[in-house]
């Protein structure tokens, strides 16, 4: 029993054999050479006689790969893994969203050419092609997306100049750390970091407000009333001029 595909092999395979160009039928000969680029997979298959096998698929284009890179960019979840060297399954998600989906949808979308004089199609070289880029893609999950137009290098590359341009955030715009403010953090000064705006004003309320709030106390000291001995203890708490 076979080993299970790992995700985007299987995922590959899926949709290729949704759209009807990848049948269960074996491939016939050897590859001896694939390549697999921008729109393309060009390969070489020996049997008998040497055959040379192409298969197509339209890349995107540059404001399309602008907008996948920009959209990738913005997820950092999806960042660290892409420069970990990994593809995440959310990239097919993030090009879906953006209606570049990563995979045909038709076989329309994908052309065939074998130079062996087979009527069907695929024909059993083409059918070896398949199976040889399904493998491709399990050893390297990024070819997938170099059929679309963009590398591994080149994709980590505009990745990583999407994160260096859009920087740290401005020093300027940002509200002052509190280990910055905390010695005037509870002053009535100009408020830190707002460009000397007024100073906040709190409402005026009598020094000894609390006292005459609180329940009158059953205790006396000397015969005065505990509140009133309280009064200039308040005072000189809250007055630094006492």
Not at 48 to 57: A, N, T
Not at 62 to 76: E, Q, S
Not at 183 to 204: E, H, Q, T
Not at 229 to 241: E, G, K, M, Q
């Amino acid at each position: 029993m076979s080993e299970p595909l790992p995700w985007w092999p299987a995922r590959l395979t899926r949709a290729l054999a949704a759209i009807g160009v990848l049948r269960p039928a074996a491939g016939r000969g050897r590859v001896v050479s694939l390549t697999a680029g921008a729109g393309r997979v060009e390969a070489e298959v020996r049997d008998e006689c040497v055959h040379q096998v192409r298969i197509g698929l339209a890349a995107f284009g540059k404001p399309d790969w602008a907008a996948i890179t920009g959209a990738l960019a913005a997820k950092a979840s999806v960042t660290v893994q892409l420069l970990g060297g990994e593809l995440p399954r959310d990239v097919e998600q993030i090009c879906e969203a953006l209606r570049l989906p990563l995979f045909p949808s038709s076989a329309r979308e994908v052309s065939l050419d074998c130079t062996c004089p087979a009527a069907e199609v695929p024909c059993g070289h083409l059918n070896a092609v398949f199976s040889a880029l399904v493998a491709r893609v399990a050893d390297d999950p990024f070819t997938v997306l170099a059929l679309r137009g963009r590398g591994r290098e080149a994709l980590l590359e505009e990745v990583k100049n999407r994160l260096i341009a859009a920087g740290p955030p401005d020093p300027g715009d940002r509200y002052p750390a509190l280990a910055e403010v905390v010695d005037s953090f509870f002053d009535s000064g100009p408020a830190p970091g707002l460009d000397g705006a007024a100073p906040l004003r709190g409402p005026s309320t009598a020094f000894d407000a609390l006292l005459d709030q609180a329940p009158p106390l059953a205790v006396t000291v000397g015969g005065q009333d505990v509140a009133e001995l309280l009064r200039p203890v308040y005072r000189a708490i809250t007055d630094p001029s006492v």
